[in-house]
């Protein structure tokens, strides 16, 4: 129900370890808003769908990742052109299609373990200052991914009633029921855990 | 935190990824169709209160950060962050937590149901509409080059559909007050 995007391949960009990605990503978010020029932003947005496209996606799956974000990015455009000179929308759409294509091609080729190492990383600093433990943000991941395939059933479960008693579906009537039956789960998960000793308290 | 509060914001969390995959509704007056997600904001700030629902939502946005395809119409990735609106999703934690602190701080169990439900209306205009546009419009605004006054007039295309959803979630999150309430009170 909840499967990664990372897809599974043997590209060299699969192989490059997943902080220097994102420092490359940061590094590019911050760079491209430097330049103006269409002579650096061309180059860069045909850099990064070449390599968002040399990842072994297949061109539709490619597509219908990025394409609600690239649909804003043209429309915005479009509503640009009136307002500020042609050659500034190009660089700025350029850019802006270079970033969401580097973005997605790291979101392809780093998987969630992968990912969540970097994120503790980044925690151990808060974890210090005594703000949050990274074990309960690893915690907290994988009880959602736990739940929302038995939260998914309830919703289906109620709008099953729903239908058999003749009312419409609408989302007033099912998130109200939604939200106070899975809620009520928190108390008998919180002694769960605490009985098996997870957070150590 | 305990660990009871923990449960909480995960709950809350895998909610809202729950509500991004039931369909959207389209309604004959209103241009785009509402996902129950876009409602999740205000829901998180005036169900769980300020600190857990910005919580919840921190953690749904390290869910789609990280890969997973949480958002509605099974988008995600660092891509959503990179585009257009990627200050709106951002925005979310904070929206939620002004949210839930207008939430605690005018809705009592004590008080009449009219006035639970102008609280926690007030709570989900304040916190999801204005404090998340807020951020969301000068966030585009810079990323796309549009002027800022362009942007802002253009958002109001959207204003009438969120005041829906406030309104929705308005009368949920009530209903879900009668029923079990978590909101902690502020005085």
Excluded at chain 1, 103 to 119: K, L, Y
Excluded at chain 1, 150 to 169: C, Q, T, V, W
Aim: glycine share 10%; hydrophobic share 60%.
């Amino acid at each position: 129900m909840l499967t990664s995007l990372y897809v599974e391949g043997g590209s060299w960009f699969h192989r490059v370890a997943v902080r220097a990605k994102l420092i490359a990503l940061l590094v590019l978010s911050l760079g491209l808003f430097v330049t103006n020029s269409p002579l650096l932003l061309l180059p860069a947005f045909l850099l990064c769908g070449g390599l968002y496209l040399s990842l072994g996606l297949t061109p539709r799956q490619a597509l219908s990742r990025v394409g609600f974000v690239v649909f804003t990015i043209l429309v915005l455009a479009a509503v640009n052109l009136f307002l500020i000179p042609v050659p500034e929308v190009v660089a700025l759409v350029l850019r802006l299609m270079a970033l969401v294509l580097f973005a997605a091609a790291v979101t392809a080729t780093a998987t969630i373990g992968a990912f969540m190492d970097e994120v503790t990383i980044l925690l151990k600093p808060l974890e210090r200052l005594g703000l949050l433990r990274a074990a309960d943000v690893s915690l907290a991941l994988g009880l959602v991914l736990r739940f929302v395939p038995d939260i998914f059933a309830r919703y289906e479960a109620i709008s099953e009633a729903h239908r058999a008693r003749g009312l419409p579906i609408r989302p007033l009537t099912i998130i109200g029921p939604l939200i106070i039956l899975t809620l009520k789960d928190a108390d008998t998960i919180a002694a769960a855990i605490d009985a098996r000793g997870f957070r150590r308290q | 935190m305990n660990t009871r509060d923990l449960v909480l914001v995960a709950l809350f969390a895998a909610i809202v990824v729950v509500l991004g995959l039931i369909p959207p509704i389209t309604l004959g007056f209103i241009p785009v169709p509402i996902t129950a997600q876009s409602m999740g904001v205000m829901l998180a700030g005036c169900i769980i209160g300020a600190k857990r629902g910005a919580l919840a939502f921190l953690l749904f946005v390290l869910l789609v950060a990280i890969g997973l395809p949480a958002l509605s119409g099974g988008r995600g990735g660092l891509a959503v962050f990179a585009g257009p609106s990627g200050g709106f999703i951002l925005g979310w934690a904070v929206a939620a937590f002004v949210t839930g602190l207008i939430a605690e701080r005018f809705v009592h169990p004590g008080n009449s149901e009219g006035r639970q439900f102008v609280g926690f209306f007030l709570a989900s205009v304040i916190g999801g509409i204005v404090v998340l546009y807020a951020i969301g419009v000068p966030w585009l605004a810079t990323v796309t080059g549009t002027p800022l006054i362009a942007a802002a007039t253009g958002s109001l295309v959207f204003i009438p559909g969120d005041l829906l959803k406030a309104a929705i979630a308005t009368l949920a999150a009530r209903a879900v007050y009668a029923g079990y309430p978590l909101l902690p009170a502020r005085v």
